[in-house]
């Protein structure tokens, strides 16, 4: 005999049984992201980034003299997606973009001067107070980031959810 807990449905509506948008927070946090990017993009605009273009160099600016593949998982972006973008980077220069001389297959990336300037000049740093999250900033973004790594562990051979 099964005993089994009965629960809603991820994005189930109280009422009337049916489904509602509001409630799935998959949409939330999707339309959560496209209102960072209308957010981003007048401050982006004014430096001629793309919101990508402007996480690429803010993650290069953690560690310099990483390989486009360290940099694409960093991303959650693959190398065709992420090449046109660090070409775009180094000829506007923000960017060097080198051949590793150990493995000639490897291609090293740094900042420049200009990016890393860029970086420090910390364009988006309005936007945390446009949150309203005020005190609470780092433990949504440290729970969304948790979320993730979830959703992604959980697809990961051998999770038993697959």
Do not use: H
Not at 13 to 18: L, T
Not at 67 to 78: H, Q, R, S, Y
Not at 84 to 90: A, C, N, Q, T, V
């Amino acid at each position: 005999m099964s005993t089994s807990k009965t629960t809603k449905a991820p994005g189930a509506a109280a009422e009337n049984g049916g489904k509602k948008l509001s409630n799935f927070l998959c949409f939330a946090i999707y339309s959560a992201n496209l209102a960072f990017g209308r957010a981003y993009k007048p401050l982006l605009d004014k430096l001629g980034l793309t919101y990508t273009q402007y996480v690429t160099l803010v993650a290069l600016s953690e560690e310099d003299d990483q390989t486009v593949g360290m940099l694409g998982e960093k991303l959650f972006l693959e190398s065709n997606t992420l090449t046109p973008i660090l070409k775009k980077l180094e000829v506007d220069g923000y960017l060097q973009r080198r051949r590793d001389p150990a493995d000639e297959r490897q291609v090293r990336l740094t900042l420049t001067a200009a990016g890393r300037a860029l970086v420090d000049a910390d364009p988006g740093s309005a936007l945390v107070e446009a949150t309203g999250l005020g005190d609470d900033f780092s433990t949504v973004q440290q729970s969304v980031a948790g979320l993730r790594d979830n959703l992604l562990r959980s697809m990961q051979p051998g999770s038993g959810k697959e």
